[in-house]
Each structure stands twice: as structure tokens, then as C-alpha cells.
């Protein structure tokens, strides 16, 4: 069985299906570099051309399509309102900076942690800076099909694979204490496991009856709000925003920007082993009668399960480890 033992694997389906590449959009977030600063350097590396866009700087490059430098989104509205550069010169000291890539095809992600390097050559510093920096990646993968079963089928090797995730990418202790990222309920892990072949309506309304966050791992609103809108207006608060898109929102909780050598392979990696997971029915299948005999076990603790998931993996031999 193929597994991701590569530094960017492919995803295990590369198409949408109409034909056409899955693209992938990528955010990241740091400080330390303000976004003039950063869309300059990001040029420099891309052979791309940075210039300001209103409050925004955007940098269009022949890979990555363009690139937005601005501040967290989070505040930019009230900035924006506020509005002048004596606010904005203020606000760079506290706010951070996001990075948002237009979609592109995911065999130019190298070039993007080459340009990532150049960022932090330049000053970009991320979520080890300091303890108190909640700064996220968050992958927009796109989704090849849009049917409840096959989005039903990630969601599920997601939930079921979240403690085996956050163990791989070393989750800083702050940030498990911190409100960055919170794991999906145990309840939501379990009916997803216990439930097949939903309809995408379906499939959203029994997501939204145990979670209505977008501050999870894999924030799947934006995929409900395009696919079942209807669930996602009777479930969810009208003043939640959400872009609706046919993709993936994976959010990861650490920016490691300034750390030597440090990209996106790791968490494109992870991705990719979601994705070969739901794919694979005796893989799924192993890892749902895994999960109801720990959960219906004594002595419930997540490393427990961390084991037990791998070694169901490794059983398959699949690992998340490149080559």
C-alpha cells in the first residue's frame, strides 16, 4: 500500500472531476517582518512583483499566483476602519502578519518553503518567538469530489487519526493549554465512526449537532457552506464568517517560521496520510473497531490511542514519515 515516504507526496487523488490538478491554498501567519517588508522578500525568492493594494501588500508570482501580505484578519476590519497609517504603524507592533496563497498545484510546494526560508532569512518570526503567539498554517486543500461519502470518509480518518496528528507534529505545551486549536469532541469522533454513506446534508447536520467551531483541526464549515448551506443556516450563528469553498480547511496551530529548515512538507505529509487513509476501506475499517474497543475500555487516556492508531497504521504500512 502506498504511504507518504516522500518530502511532498502526491495527494492519493490528484484530480477534481472535471480533470483538472487539486489545488492547494496556503496561509501562514508571523510577525516580526511587516507585510511591505515580506511581500519584497517573497518577490525577490518567486521572481514575482510586489505593490500595495490598500491596506495590503500582494505579491503576483508565476507559481503561486498572488500572494496577500496583510494584518491578521482577526483586526483588519477595525483597522480598516480606523484607517490611516499612524494606526496601522501602531498596530504592527502587537498584530501579526498573514500569508495567503492563491490555489495552486501542490508540486510547486519546495518552491513555496524556499520562499518560506527567504522570510525568515529576512527577520519572519513564528509561534516559538514567544509563549503567548498563537500562530497557525492552515492548508486549503481542494476537494476532488463533492459527495458526503467521500468528504464523510476524510472527516472520519481525520477525527480518528487528531491524537496521532498532534503527537507527530510535537504540539508545544502552551499550545495544547492555550485556545488555538481544540481537538473535535469524543462524541463527534465516535458517530462519525459508527456511520456510513452520508449524504453531504446529512453528513453536515451530524457535524454541527456536536461542534459549530471553525477552531478545530479540520474546520469543515467552509466546505458545508458551499455543499449545505441549509445546515449550516440552521445550525450555525449568522454572525460566524465563513467563505464558502470546496476544500479542506486543515489548520494547524504552530507557525515555525524562523526555525531553520522549517516548510509545509511535514504538514502536507500528514495530509496526504489522511487522504490514504480514507481511501483505503480495510484501513478506515481497522481504525473504527480500534476506536470503539479503546472507548469503550478502562483507563481512557489519548496516549493510549496514539499507540493503538499507529500501530494500526504501521500494520498497513503506512507512516507519515518521508524518505
Not at 156 to 178: N, T, V
Not at 181 to 203: H, K, M, N, Q, T
Amino acid at each position: 500500500m502506498s504511504s507518504p515516504k516522500c518530502a511532498y507526496p502526491p495527494l492519493p487523488i490528484a484530480d477534481t472531476t472535471d480533470g483538472s490538478p487539486r489545488k492547494l491554498g496556503v496561509e501562514v501567519v508571523f510577525n516580526g517582518l511587516p507585510e511591505s517588508a515580506a511581500s519584497r522578500a517573497w518577490a525577490r525568492e518567486t521572481s514575482g512583483s510586489a505593490q500595495r493594494d490598500g491596506s495590503a501588500w500582494v505579491c503576483d508570482t508565476p507559481k503561486f499566483g498572488a500572494c496577500r501580505f496583510y494584518l491578521d484578519t482577526k483586526y483588519r476590519d477595525d483597522l480598516d476602519q480606523m484607517g490611516n497609517d499612524a494606526v496601522y504603524g501602531a498596530a504592527r507592533m502587537v498584530v501579526p502578519v498573514e500569508l495567503v496563497s492563491d490555489p495552486f498545484d501542490p508540486r510547486h510546494l519546495p518552491a513555496f518553503d524556499a520562499a518560506l526560508g527567504a522570510l525568515r532569512k529576512a527577520g519572519a518570526e513564528g509561534t516559538e518567538a514567544s509563549v503567548v503567539h498563537g500562530f497557525g498554517v492552515h492548508l486549503n486543500v481542494e476537494i476532488p469530489r463533492i459527495t458526503g461519502d467521500h468528504v464523510a470518509r476524510v472527516a472520519c480518518a481525520f477525527a480518528l487519526l487528531e491524537p496521532l496528528l498532534r503527537d507527530e507534529i510535537g504540539l508545544d505545551l502552551s499550545r495544547r493549554i492555550l485556545p488555538f486549536v481544540d481537538p473535535y469532541p469524543r462524541a463527534l469522533v465516535s458517530a462519525l465512526a459508527d456511520r456510513d454513506g452520508l449524504e453531504i446534508e446529512a453528513l453536515a447536520e451530524l457535524v454541527l449537532e456536536h461542534t459549530t467551531s471553525r477552531n478545530h483541526g479540520l474546520d469543515l464549515l467552509p466546505i458545508f457552506a458551499e455543499c449545505a448551506p441549509r445546515a449550516v443556516k440552521q445550525f450555525v450563528d449568522p454572525d460566524t464568517k465563513i467563505t464558502a469553498r470546496p476544500a479542506y480547511h486543515y489548520r494547524l496551530p504552530e507557525s515555525r517560521i524562523d526555525r531553520e529548515g522549517w516548510g509545509i512538507a511535514q504538514d502536507w505529509r500528514l495530509w496526504c496520510m489522511i487522504e490514504i487513509v480514507a481511501g483505503h476501506d480495510d484501513v478506515l475499517s481497522a481504525l473504527k473497531t480500534g476506536w470503539r474497543a479503546w472507548a469503550d475500555g478502562p483507563h481512557l487516556t489519548r496516549e493510549s490511542w496514539v499507540t493503538s492508531a499507529r500501530d494500526i497504521l504501521k500494520a498497513h504500512d503506512i507512516s507519515s514519515e518521508g524518505s
